[in-house]
């Protein structure tokens, strides 16, 4: 039985569309030309858009309907962020003029019943009931492969042509002594919370644990962040990770870089944290530990061996460039076998794998161009390539940056604390990547990734007229400093030659 917590109305209208109880399975066709085990974002991507092209699907889930994604990731996180930065915007509202109260504080059960409540009504659009109709057959239970071309479910056989891999990825638990005895949290556990823990300490600077780091201590618990790297987002522009921990400092987090969490022991009510930076140990109390060390691929069970399907138990199912497997008659997409794991990704190789398994397509996983971005205040939003990464492939690179405090939007906006920063192939206009810290940079970074993906350069980001003020002519800004860099001695003499003969 697939339960959720805590059992109020909004996580029973959940269940009753992602896995409803009472739901039958139905009778496997004799044979489907795609069958797609896992029905996260990339699973059920790929099912509605197969069945919508007259394709027969069958669609398998053990837990349930929209994966991470729905039930464990994007929305409720985001939700509870909306409120965080209201609670942000009251306790910082003075510079702007505005007086409040000083002991506003968030009511945490209200915060989670809204994210509760809106996580059900975009429910529907996962939901068994949508699926059904779009002509797909879901089958409820564990799936393994049985044969070349079979797949069992709960006792009955489902035969294939083709099959998509979707399973994702579940949270990995640290090898920290006494963690579990201690007791954790993880994104599958954290939104069921329906109290604020007055401590919390959160394991990991990734994407997830910044994002719920920053939340919690907005919304009122006191929070402590450890990560064994010396910045935060390891992944990203270490000028971009230094504003985020400098913000998450200044607004009272405990950051703690080059940190090493020893080992977990339970006392008078309390886990208590064991330390080691820099050679010396320390001890923190806390109420809840919140776990976002990374993600493990969900391989087991699948019976991959028996159908010739490679895969890693860290790094997931091997694919080639067309998402095919080991195994020619099946495809992987989304979290299972993709470096970078976010939603947008798993949508859009789902996409890739609709093409390449039912109509002989030859889309490559390379060609995509990818952004992304961490959702804390200010956000960080990416694509393409870093400096380091150019170094590494030995591409010479130019880089121009516009810190936000010179842009008219953001200085009237009180968000000066960010900036643009966009590389271009050396000698050309080429966009090669770039990084945005703004209140907003997930809604900037996509007239970037579009110019990369229509080929077009700085020089025609600089003829595009950009409404004024928003925080969005950073932009604007960066290809116009392109453009100076063109005008070089020589054109300078030439252009004055010009302009004083035709006086």
């Given amino acids: 039985m697939v339960e959720i917590f805590p059992k109020d109305e909004h996580n029973a209208t959940l269940l009753s569309n992602v896995h409803p109880p009472d739901w039958q399975n139905p009778e496997p066709a004799k044979r489907y030309n795609l069958v797609v085990i896992g029905a996260g974002t990339a699973g059920l991507v790929t099912a509605a858009g197969a069945a919508g092209l007259g394709a027969k699907v069958a669609l398998v889930e053990k837990h349930l309907l929209g994966g991470d994604c729905l039930n464990?990731?994007?929305?409720?996180?985001?939700?509870?962020?909306?409120?965080?930065?209201?609670?942000?915007?009251?306790?910082?509202?003075?510079?702007?003029?505005?007086?409040?109260?000083?002991?506003?504080?968030?009511?945490?059960?209200?915060?989670?019943?809204?994210?509760?409540?809106?996580?059900?009504?975009?429910?529907?659009?996962?939901?068994?009931?949508?699926?059904?109709?779009?002509?797909?057959?879901?089958?409820?239970?564990?799936?393994r492969f049985s044969g070349s071309d079979t797949l069992e479910v709960l006792g009955k056989t489902i035969r294939f042509k083709k099959a998509v891999?979707?399973?994702?990825?579940?949270?990995?638990?640290?090898?920290?002594?006494?963690?579990?005895?201690?007791?954790?949290?993880?994104?599958?556990?954290?939104?069921?919370?329906?109290?604020?823990?007055?401590?919390?300490?959160?394991?990991?600077?990734?994407?997830?644990?910044?994002?719920?780091?920053?939340?919690?201590?907005?919304?009122?618990?006191?929070?402590?962040?450890?990560?064994?790297?010396?910045?935060?987002?390891?992944?990203?522009?270490?000028?971009?990770?230094?504003?985020?921990?400098?913000?998450?400092?200044?607004?009272?987090?405990?950051?703690?870089?080059?940190?090493?969490?020893?080992?977990?022991?339970?006392?008078?009510?309390?886990?208590?944290?064991?330390?080691?930076?820099?050679?010396?140990?320390?001890?923190?109390?806390?109420?809840?530990?919140?776990?976002?060390a990374g993600r493990s691929p969900n391989v087991e069970g699948l019976n991959l061996e028996a159908v010739g399907v490679e895969y890693d138990k860290k790094r997931g199912v091997v694919v080639n460039d067309y998402l095919q497997t080991t195994n020619p008659r099946i495809y992987a997409a989304g979290d299972i076998c993709l470096d970078y794991k976010f939603t947008h990704t798993a949508?859009?190789?789902?996409?890739?794998?609709?093409?390449?398994?039912?109509?002989?397509?030859?889309?490559?996983?390379?060609?995509?161009?990818?952004?992304?971005?961490?959702?804390?205040?200010?956000?960080?939003?990416?694509?393409?390539?870093?400096?380091k990464d150019a170094k590494t492939r030995g591409i010479e690179i130019d880089t121009f940056i516009q810190p936000l405090k010179e842009v008219d939007r953001a200085i009237a906006d009180g968000e000066e604390e960010g900036f643009t920063k966009i590389h271009v192939k050396r000698g050309t206009d080429k966009i090669l990547g770039a990084t945005i810290v703004a209140r907003h940079a997930g809604e900037m970074i996509s007239e970037i990734t579009l110019s990369m993906v229509g080929n077009m350069g700085l020089k025609t980001i600089s003829n595009v007229i950009h409404p004024y003020p928003t925080q969005a002519e950073a932009i604007k800004h960066v290809a116009d400093a392109y453009n100076r860099t063109r005008l070089t001695p020589f054109i300078k003499k030439l252009t004055s030659f010009w302009l004083s003969w035709t006086r």
Avoid at 193 to 222: D, I, N
């Fill in 165 to 292: 891999i979707a399973t994702g990825t579940r949270a990995v638990e640290p090898p920290i002594e006494g963690l579990k005895e201690a007791g954790y949290l993880t994104n599958e556990t954290v939104f069921s919370l329906t109290e604020r823990p007055p401590l919390l300490v959160v394991f990991g600077a990734g994407p997830l644990g910044c994002e719920l780091a920053q939340a919690f201590h907005r919304l009122g618990s006191k929070v402590t962040i450890v990560e064994m790297a010396p910045q935060f987002l390891t992944r990203e522009d270490p000028d971009a990770a230094s504003i985020l921990a400098n913000a998450f400092r200044r607004d009272g987090i405990d950051v703690r870089l080059n940190t090493k969490v020893r080992r977990v022991a339970v006392s008078e009510n309390k886990k208590k944290i064991y330390l080691n930076a820099d050679g010396k140990e320390e001890i923190i109390d806390v109420d809840e530990i919140l776990v976002g």
């Fill in 347 to 387: 949508d859009v190789t789902a996409r890739i794998v609709i093409q390449n398994a039912l109509f002989l397509g030859r889309k490559k996983l390379s060609a995509l161009t990818i952004p992304w971005c961490t959702y804390t205040d200010p956000e960080i939003a990416h694509v393409g390539m870093y400096e």
């Fill in 72 to 143: 464990a990731g994007c929305v409720p996180s985001k939700c509870i962020i909306r409120s965080s930065r209201v609670m942000a915007d009251i306790r910082g509202a003075k510079p702007f003029g505005i007086h409040v109260s000083e002991d506003r504080e968030a009511n945490f059960s209200s915060v989670m019943e809204r994210m509760r409540r809106l996580r059900a009504q975009m429910s529907h659009h996962d939901s068994v009931k949508r699926f059904q109709e779009l002509g797909v057959d879901v089958f409820l239970g564990e799936g």
